[in-house]
């Protein structure tokens, strides 16, 4: 995670898996894997053929699931879910897989990614009567299908999601079925693969590999699959738009050991520190990163610059919910515990410092006052991804627009306030020629350019507005270097 991290949080992990007499303990192998797209919530819903039984907690997946737990959810099919909430406030109630029943049985249910017609749709169900028990969109879904005419529960499915708008990978089980779906615009990643006899849903291939399985394939933007009696069958939700997949996951979200809609990510991630070194070089003595997501990009600016690698940041792997006073906070401890320079690298050296993005600037401002603090003789930062200027609609939890330093600041203010000898970012351009495939991607929080409208109020402004008290001016570039 770069030193922004924090601001900027991850979204959710999906899995789902059909054919396992061991389908709850894969699935939690599987959350392991995806534990860094959510640590508020986990959970795993498992059916035997007769009925669902649903386990979720707040927590990281070691916390959520022992063995004792594991054991009593036996089934051969299970869906999972590890979450960082982007819509409803963070208690177990949001919590998924959500479970309901219905006239059509028990339906669970765990999604990634956030519907931009949510409000307008759960305003008409609640006006014709529904009661909602969460405040999460994805219910929203459950709700459809329920209130849906068809006859199968596949039908039912996609009659709910060709009523939604916006950002879904999902998965949904029944007491015989898994089906998992994948919006028109592919915004989030979602991909198939195989472990024995068994099939695999998962948000990054990752979650395949730590339980033995094959990559098979991406689910297509605007598939429906649907997994029962052992047979796979692939149905279409709707015609085939143009692609937008989220260009941050290979920024930021994903792991580089995944391969995330087709490309991998370590490939991505390391030809954008390479372009970025290429369009921004620096008279430097050493490259280092603001580990973890940080790492394959400066790889890739050290190696298209020359200069010299060096892990300079140490960061702490084991630092949870601490409790940090206010005073400590003053004095930059929130930073300190988890990056920590290692002065015998740092002391004397112009270091140029890489990270994947800036958000708000703040917790950057802190990393290079504790860089300088080492020794450094100059800090050049430079940045694997153009400037945040907009918020996102699709999914990420990302500040409103007013605390996006970027939005209302040149580079220069930036460098200014974050007290760096030089800044730059990666071009556009350049992102867009490390993805290799310029015309598939959403660079909406770069340009502005949301590709798919939303309601006029959304979800996240609402949640947003609920949460006045994270509303963090940026300050004005502070002009005295010190
Ligand atoms: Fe991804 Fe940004 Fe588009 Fe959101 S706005 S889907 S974070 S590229």
Known sequence: MG?????????????????????AQLACLALHALQHRGQESAGIAVADGHSLVTHKAMGLVVDVFDEATLRS???????????????????????????????????ALAHNGNLVNAQTLRHRMEQEGSIFST????????????????????????????????????VILTRDRLIAARDPHGFRPLCLGRQGDSFVICSESCALDIIGGTYLRDVEPGELLIVG??????????????ERCCVFEHIYFSRPDSRVFGESVDRIRRRCGAILGAESPAAADLVCSVPDSSNTAALGYAAATGLPFELGLIRNHYVGRTF????????????????????????????????????????????????????????????????????????????????LIASSHEVEEIATYLRVDSLRY????????????????????????????????????????????????????????S
Not at 10 to 23: D, F, H, K, P, Q
Not at 137 to 144: R, V
Not at 328 to 357: A, H, Y
Not at 380 to 385: E, N, P, V, W
Request: include cysteine; hydrophobic fraction near 35%.
């Open 135 to 170: 405040t999460s969109d994805s219910e929203i879904i459950l709700h459809l299908i329920a209130r849906s005419r068809a006859n199968t529960i596949e039908e039912a499915a996609t009659d709910a999601l060709r009523q939604v708008r916006g950002a879904f990978s999902l």
């Open 3 to 23: 030193a922004e991290g924090r601001h900027w949080r991850e979204e959710c992990g999906v899995v789902g898996i059909a054919g396992s007499r061991e389908a």
């Open 73 to 107: 959810l036996s089934g051969t099919s299970a869906i999972g879910h590890v979450r960082y909430s982007t819509t409803g406030s963070s208690h177990l109630l949001n919590a998924q897989p959500i479970q309901v029943t219905s006239h059509r049985g028990s339906v």
């Open 426 to 481: 990666l071009s556009l351009p350049g992102l867009l020629r490390a993805t290799g495939a310029a015309a598939r991607y959403c660079t909406a929080c770069f340009t502005g350019d949301y590709p798919l409208p939303f309601d006029a109020i959304t979800d996240k402004e609402i949640f947003d507005q609920e949460a006045g008290s994270r509303e963090v001016v940026v300050p004005p570039p502070d002009r005295s270097r």
């Open 324 to 403: 940090i006073s206010p005073a400590q906070k003053l004095r930059d401890t929130s930073v300190r515990i988890k990056f920590n320079p290692v002065k015998e690298i740092i002391e004397g050296k112009r270091v140029v410092l890489v990270d994947d993005s800036i958000v708000r600037g703040t917790t950057m401002r802190k990393l290079v006052k504790i860089i300088r603090a080492a020794g450094a003789a100059e800090v050049h930062l430079r940045i694997a991804s153009p400037p945040i200027t907009h918020p996102c609609y699709y999914g990420i939890d990302t500040p409103v627009r007013k605390e």
């Open 229 to 242: 009696d052992g047979q796979l069958q692939s149905h279409r939700l709707a015609p085939r738009e143009t």
